[in-house]
């Protein structure tokens, strides 16, 4: 049976699965990084899962993987199938692809992991049909994929999408990256999380205790929560005026709050267009999956488009 190897690295952990050519998800596996161990153990644990993988397939289903996708975190060279640099993993400059497909005798696709869950939300998930799209991932921090025609752009040095360092309030509070008053700064879950535990006075309150906190009409919840909804609608709004999207998709650990978030933010973003069209804003779709299934679309990319070969969730 002809299948994919799919393969979605995070900073502690992956997620893996072998999908079929029918779409289907046949196989899900999970594996930590071993990142304590230095990056030289991460890259062994990569190519021993998918090595793994490959028997796995070859053992289920009578032939190898037919192809590879993985996506991983940090700058990505797609076009070359180099891990440039991951902070969370230490590397830099891995050329993981060829690692990977001299040991696996397969092609193999390398992605950016919040574009490659963009492609799947865009293709199969949440902006499904829509020609133009805009997912934003809203988590530790904020990064977005740029949706054309069914592929994501990746920009001509690897940063298309870095919508969390649109500077929204200038002078604003210092980032890492160097500017002050980037948009993870006020929006993302780590920074809703820190706001929300400075006000309520609690070290381990959380963004997830301010949503709650939100629905019971705290007046502090809500006050902390506006501000960070107003913040990302202006860098919506921006990103809406440059891209001119069909569809916007928000995911991540802030979008868990459901219509706490989405009916403030779509209001918000109303109340600010001018010229521009409003788009449609939708949850995302596919949670935390969405990384490892559009590993498997990188993957279907690679091989000949004429076999029929979709994933779906």
């Known amino acids: 049976m002809r299948h994919v190897i799919a393969l ?7 997620k893996a699965a072998l999908i079929g050519a029918d779409g289907a998800v046949l196989h899900r596996a999970r594996r930590v990084t071993g990142r304590e161990h230095g990056p030289d153990a991460v890259v062994s644990a990569i190519l021993d899962f998918a090595a793994d993988l490959r028997e796995q397939g070859a053992e289920r289903f009578g032939e190898p993987a037919a192809a590879a996708g993985v996506a991983v975190p940090g700058i990505v060279d797609e076009a070359n199938g180099v891990a440039a640099y991951a902070a969370n993993l230490g590397w830099r400059d891995v050329p993981l692809r060829a690692l990977l497909a001299d040991r696996l005798g397969t092609p193999v696709a390398l992605g950016h992991d919040v574009r490659t869950g963009g492609l799947a939300e865009g293709r199969i ?38 919508i969390g360092h649109v500077v929204v309030r200038p002078g604003g509070t ?22 929300w535990a400075a ?24 006050r902390v929560w506006q501000r960070a909804v107003d913040a990302l609608a202006d860098g919506l709004v921006t990103a809406v005026t440059l891209l001119d999207p069909r569809t916007l998709v928000i995911g991540g650990g802030l979008a868990e709050a459901g219509e706490t978030l989405f009916t403030p933010l779509r209001e918000a973003v109303r109340r600010r267009v001018t010229f521009q069209k409003l788009p449609e804003i939708v949850p995302a779709a596919l949670g935390d999956g969405a990384g490892c299934l559009g590993a498997g679309l990188l993957a279907r990319d690679l091989l000949d488009t004429t076999d029929g070969m979709e994933v779906t969730p």
């Open 8 to 14: 979605d690295v995070g900073g502690t952990g992956m």
């Open 125 to 162: 998930g949440a902006g499904r049909g829509a020609d133009r799209f805009l997912f934003v991932a809203l988590g530790t921090g904020i990064a977005g994929a740029i949706g054309v025609d069914g592929r994501v752009e990746a920009g001509a040095h690897g940063f298309a999408g870095e």
């Open 174 to 195: 210092p980032c890492p990256c160097g500017q002050r008053g980037c948009l993870e700064r006020y929006a993302s879950a780590a920074a809703v999380g820190e706001a």
């Open 199 to 222: 006000a309520a006075g609690d070290p381990d309150a959380d963004a997830a205790h301010c949503a709650k906190a939100v629905a019971a009409e705290d007046p502090d919840a809500v």
